[in-house]
């Protein structure tokens, strides 16, 4: 359409009395919501005017027209309303807000203006269609407000009905949360705006932000909401009862989501309160420099510790699986917990195969039943759920053999059998996709709805015999029964047989060469006939809600069932790759030590074929200072220990002969070096920044990975950073340390603390080529072999050999150099400890 044959004039701007009626209804609800793309369904299509056909025109690719003439020109964008799940997609992936306008009555009923009204507005973090969803991931809204320093988060994910709060102690914490969960939606009290550094990073890390008015944050009204939502008096159940800020972030996200989705949302049954004290805390920056869900590269799950350790054969245990491995846990005793399980999983292969078998063929009971509750639950999802729950007695079977804590807990699944026989008596197995095509319900479950399929099918053996009658009863052979769209149902009767015409006959319409009749049981027929289909629609509609309300009532324990289900699947998957990568199960001690006898990198064991495991040993408080050239391991080999730990906290077994583990509180990592140009920070900056968490906010029960810390600045200054970084943590904090390095000066710090021992990966150097041993040696390097690696790396000939003339250059000003500081440290008296 020529761009000034329609114009994107605001509705919003706008005489009411200009409008159509239909159009009137499609301001009112731009006026309550005009941050919203507002979608008017208009018979087969939902239909987009002004400012918001224009955008959707733009971003979905399709033709912008116009309705009606002069002034009351509007430009018009409309979508097949068969189509709206992918076209909402579409629109819900760039970030919009989407308001659904439903047609509230049939419009052939309807006198005059058909009914129409807001059912729902579809916004990222609120949507529940599958085709709108990974099945792997969690698509979370968050709700976020503060208190001084204090974050106070509440998440929910709608399409499982999972919702959780917790307290964030500064933006540091936020961050972390924000960059593990990746939220796509943040709301927060509109107070908030005037701190534009923080929406600002909120907006970059989310892409969907919205407010809401700072009274639903008020922790009186917040639980007023709360309450009447789960029906209690109070909130001690939730644990939240002394938590305003909780209470009010909590209260403040239901609010929006019940408003937004115009539903009860009764598949939100609970909040749980998490504390900081029951996980292993994980930054933003170790859950990126470990790839443990994405990798640096592209982002992709590709080359993870996820990806290694995900067997897992149901959708629910594959996003659980990932929740656990946001939060390793601190609890020794529930880590014990799941290694029982996973250890008794390990060893009965034979069952663990039956049980992975079974567990393949259960779909996503979390969203299947949210589905259901919503109310937008198709014949197919109910299916899938009848399939799913027929599966659990057969894996009650399979768990009577196990003994472990966590394996019996599971094996309190009810079996769901009353629900399972309803829907396989009620449901047809090739249920259709989607309720407006009919044939739901079986055969023989309702009475009704069987006589008018019978009536319905048998309607034109009814009609041959009718005709049949008529012709015996009148004496005229050629009688017929026809039908047209005009008249319906009609008897057609030649001309030279008017005569024989019964009186009971009702005349309806003349042709050149007959008359055509009706009579009352033809018209009573008809009626039967023609409203079979419509009736058999109806009927089939009200019934299929009422399975989905008997399913309903069955909610809890159904994501209940899910909730062990998903344990038992990620349970199995550990165990599976345990047996598979040959991973033994971690021993947890009260010290507070780190033993890995011949560990292994469980991502880099996988694509190298001679991977060379090696064995680590950190006492409470030692630190490992390790040396050596480029590409001899020292990253792989901090990542690795980091990992492995990460593994056993998590309930997993890991990759290696022998694993000996204190609980640690906290993994740190600076590994790496990028710039964070939406901040304006230098490499050098953000690793200070990062060295500086670190440092604030480790203890002696933390493990700390430093790789090449201070090489982003200049060499001077970059080893008096190390040295005193590697000192405070040593005399001050106290933690597990392992310190990857170049300045190789910092192997004199083994000189001074008894705690601090000096490592290197072995090269070996034949006929001035290196070759990259991978095994660590007690004891320090002096070489870096860079340039050896320049040229590996296919640095042109002329200018590897230019690097080697200038080296040695280099080295006998450096010599010379450092002989001359070394005499005036000596003359210095208290320098000379350096």
Not at 45 to 64: G, P, R, S, W
Not at 221 to 229: G, M, S
Not at 377 to 383: C, G, I, M, N
Not at 442 to 461: A, F, I, V
Request: proline share 3%.
């Amino acid at each position: 359409m020529a761009e000034e044959k329609t114009n994107g004039d605001n509705i919003l701007e706008l005489d009411p009395e200009q409008l159509t009626p239909g159009m009137k209804q499609y301001l009112d609800v731009k006026k309550a919501h005009p941050d919203c793309l507002v979608m008017l369904r208009m018979g087969d299509f939902y239909e987009m005017f002004y400012q918001d056909a224009v955008t959707a025109a733009k971003e979905l690719e399709i033709t912008l027209t116009a309705r009606g003439k002069g002034e009351k020109r509007a430009p018009l964008a409309g979508v097949p309303f068969h189509a709206l799940e992918s076209y909402l997609a579409r629109l819900i992936r760039k970030g919009y807000k989407v308001a659904i306008v439903e047609q509230l009555e049939d419009p052939k009923k309807a006198k005059g203006l058909v009914k129409r009204g807001l059912v729902r507005i579809v916004t990222p973090g609120t949507v529940i269609e599958p085709s709108l969803l990974k099945e792997k991931e969690n698509n979370y809204i968050l709700a976020l407000t503060s208190s001084r320093e204090e974050f106070a988060v509440a998440f929910c994910e709608m399409s499982t009905g999972e919702f959780f709060t917790a307290t964030l102690r500064d933006s540091k914490a936020l961050w972390n949360e924000l960059a593990q969960l990746a939220p796509s939606e943040c709301l927060f009290p509109e107070s908030l705006l005037v701190n534009a550094e923080l929406i600002g990073k909120i907006k970059s890390s989310t892409g969907c932000v919205n407010t809401l008015e700072d009274y639903y944050f008020r922790p009186e009204k917040a639980k007023e909401i709360l309450l009447n939502h789960f029906a209690l008096h109070n909130l001690e159940a939730f644990g939240l009862e002394d938590q305003a800020l909780n209470i009010a972030v909590s209260g403040a996200l239901l609010h929006y989501l019940i408003t937004t989705q115009k539903n009860s949302l009764s598949h939100i049954r609970k909040i749980s309160f998490r504390r900081s004290r029951d996980n292993l805390a994980l930054d933003a920056g170790t859950w990126r420099n470990l790839e443990l869900a994405r990798n640096i590269r592209d982002g992709s799950s590709r080359g993870t510790l996820l990806a290694v350790v995900d067997k897992t054969c149901t959708v629910m245990g594959a996003r659980l699986l990932k929740r656990w491995l946001q939060q390793p846990l601190l609890n020794r005793k529930v880590i014990e917990r799941r290694l029982e399980a996973v250890s008794e999983l390990h060893q009965k292969m034979l069952e663990r195969e039956e049980i992975k078998i079974i567990l393949a063929e259960i779909y996503d009971l979390e969203r299947l039943i949210s589905r259901v509750n919503y109310g937008n639950a198709t014949p197919r999802d109910v299916l899938s759920l009848r399939n799913s729950l027929l599966r659990i007695p057969e894996l009650k079977e399979k768990l009577v053999v196990f003994q472990s804590g966590l394996l019996l807990n599971i094996n309190t699944l009810a079996e769901f059998r009353e629900l399972a026989a309803l829907l396989q008596h009620s449901l047809r197995d090739d249920a259709p996709l989607t309720m407006r095509e009919g044939g739901i319900i079986k055969r023989g479950y309702d009475s009704e709805l069987d006589q008018l399929h019978s009536l319905k099918q048998n309607s034109h053996q009814y009609l041959q015999a009718l005709e049949e009658k008529e012709r015996q009863k009148t004496g005229i052979s050629s009688l017929k029964v026809g039908y047209n769209n005009v008249f319906g149902y009609f008897i057609e009767v030649s001309r030279k047989n008017i005569p024989l015409v019964p009186s009971h006959y009702l005349r309806k319409q003349t042709t050149a060469n007959s008359e055509r009749y009706i009579t009352e049981e033809l018209k009573i027929e008809e009626e039967k006939i023609l409203g079979a289909e419509e009736r058999i629609m109806e009927l089939e509609y009200s019934l299929f809600q009422s399975i989905l309300h008997q399913i309903a009532e069955q909610t809890e324990e159904i994501q209940q069932a899910a909730a062990n289900i998903a344990v038992l699947d990620v349970l199995c998957s550990l165990a599976t790759i345990a047996a598979e990568q040959g991973y033994v199960r971690p021993e947890f001690v009260d010290r507070g030590v780190i033993h890995i006898e011949k560990g292994r990198h469980p991502v880099l064991e996988k694509i190298e074929p001679q991977y060379i495991a090696n064995s680590i040993l950190l006492n409470p408080g030692e630190m490992m200072i390790l040396t050596g050239p480029n590409m001899s391991g020292k990253s792989s080999l901090l990542r690795k220990v980091a990992l492995i730990v990460l593994m056993a906290q998590m309930g997993s077994f890991v990759p290696a002969e022998k694993a000996v583990l204190g609980i640690t509180d906290r993994i740190f990592t600076r590994v790496g070096a990028y710039d964070d140009l939406s901040s304006g920070q230098s490499t050098f900056m953000v690793e200070m920044s990062e060295t500086a968490f670190i440092l604030n906010n480790a203890t002696e029960n933390s493990l700390i990975i430093l790789d090449e810390i201070g090489r982003g600045t200049s060499t001077f200054d970059g080893v008096s950073i190390a040295w005193s970084v590697a000192e405070h943590i040593h005399n001050k904090i106290k933690a597990k340390t392992l310190l990857s390095t170049h300045y190789h000066v910092l192997n004199k710090l083994q000189e001074k603390f008894a705690k601090i021992k000096n490592y290197n990966l072995a090269v070996k150097e034949v006929k001035g080529e290196i070759i990259f041993l991978r095994k660590l040696l007690e004891g320090s390097t002096d070489q870096s072999y860079g340039i050896h690696v320049a040229k590996l790396a296919g640095l042109p000939l002329e200018v590897v050999e230019r690097a080697r003339e200038i080296q040695e250059i280099l080295q006998k000003d450096d010599e010379m150099v450092r002989r001359i500081r070394a005499k005036k440290l000596q003359e210095q008296r208290g320098l000379g400890e350096f």
